[in-house]
């Protein structure tokens, strides 16, 4: 039996563990090896990449503290008042010190101008140390572990004078689930989160269903998702979180799946479609896909889904001195792309309020033309003082240059896109945005591959757990594994499918 179907059946025992942890069962709690522990925690030699100015500690006195939780905060030199604050749930058999040190939070925390306060539970809440997603009386508003980091947030907000409007919640594993049931059972508190490697808001109340929610999908429609939002808060009515989730296309932890039903679950909320309105490559092999809210006339996205193909199951880093980098290496910190750089920009947290102003002036004359089906190259003036150059496609960040030009590559073919360029000074503080240029790619539609289930695992195209199959990159279950059900896949992006039956 696999430690998770151990810990599945016994009530006192931890989920979303390190899948090849091996452990035995003593009294009724889950207790792993010193092997294991040691290979599934966070190495003290581990070094972050960042070097953060400011104060990270632990503050007392939050509140009555139902969930019996620690509170930690890192808060950057010269934090003005009114300033955005982020809250970071920590995965299994980690602790808030090891997710300050290696999830990048604390670098974009400087650069941008906002506190973290990072939360930690205990050994004796969680035999494995995991944030109680799946427990009812844990996770309700005002109960437990929830309502602990809800004081958190108002401690945090007396400190250091937060702007209330401005809060976030994000975490890794079952440190996701609680992030996502806390969007659930506080939209009036926070105004945006990002799920890493998590699950659906409440989608399971017992540890006994836990599992079902790791692994398989819960055959619900986006309704009934939206409704388990609904319900956590009876009676709110909006507005709600802006909400990102990431997920790894190889994650046997916490399956894909469960990305597909939490953007099902808040697009539904938003009351949107779940077609995306845009789709784009990022770095690490990963897709981007944004949902945008029609009634906002500033056309900001409500929902965001990262596909990071290949990745298994962790938290995005991407380690390094650029701007669009973070974080530092280590077990269940997986070395792809900076997905706290992506939430924050998600987010809007870069927009300003911070300690620092952007300083460098906008590079002059940007020409794009295509330079294939799938990219367009891009050239500029350089700017005195640029350390590198920051490229946005669409408005977002597609990526870095040290030089005057840049090929954006894994583009849609005969797809148009527009482009600015920032200059980047050797602080990392980004400088102002070149005048905007569209161009647009060669080629025609995207391709598509009607094939059965076995062949399309088969070619690269799917991928295939337990007896039943799945696109790869969007993680939509496409049924059984064999020769007898047939699919049309439309390939969006490197390494990127989605179901497209009588589409192509």
Known sequence: MSVLAALARTSAAALLTAGTLSGTLIAGTATASPAAVAAATVSPTDSAADSPAGTFQQVTGFGSNPGNLAMYAYTPAGLPTGAPLVVALHGCLQTASDYYQHSGWAKFADLYGFAVVFPQTNSSNNSLSCFSWFDAAKDARGTGEAGSVAQMVAKAETLYGSDGHRVYVTGLSAGGGLA????????????????????????????????????????????????????????????????????????????????????????????????PTSSRSLPGGTTEDLYADPADPSGRPAVAVYSVAGMGHGLAVDPGSGADQCGATGSYFLDTICSSYYTAQFWGLSGGGGPTTPGLPAPAGLTASAAGPDSIALSWQAVSGAASYQVLRDGSPAGTATGTSFTDTGLAPGT?????????????????????????????????????????????????????????????????????????????????????????
């Open 180 to 275: 996502a049931d806390l969007l659930a059972d506080y939209p009036d508190v926070f105004a945006g989160g990002a799920i890493d490697a998590g699950l659906p808001a409440h989608c399971a109340t017992t540890l006994g269903a836990a599992a079902a929610c790791q692994n398989t999908d819960q055959g619900l429609t986006p309704a009934q998702w939206g409704d388990k939002v609904r319900s956590a808060d009876p009676g709110y009515a909006g507005p709600w979180p802006r909400v990102a989730v990431w997920q790894g296309t190889s994650d046997t932890v916490v399956r894909p799946v469960n990305a597909t039903e939490l953007r099902d679950q808040w697009t539904n909320v938003w009351g949107l479609p779940q077609s």
């Open 416 to 504: 148009s896109y527009t482009y600015t360029v920032a200059a980047v000074d050797a602080s990392g503080t980004l400088g102002a945005k070149s005048a905007a240029v569209t161009a647009s790619t060669s080629g025609g539609a995207p391709r598509c591959f009607t094939d059965n289930n076995y062949a399309q695992v088969q070619a690269g195209r799917a991928t295939q757990s337990g007896g039943l199959t799945y696109a790869l990159g969007s993680g939509q279950s496409m049924g059984l594994w064999n020769t007898f059900v047939t699919h049309t896949l439309r390939q969006t992006g490197p390494g990127y499918y989605v179901l497209a039956d009588g589409e192509c």
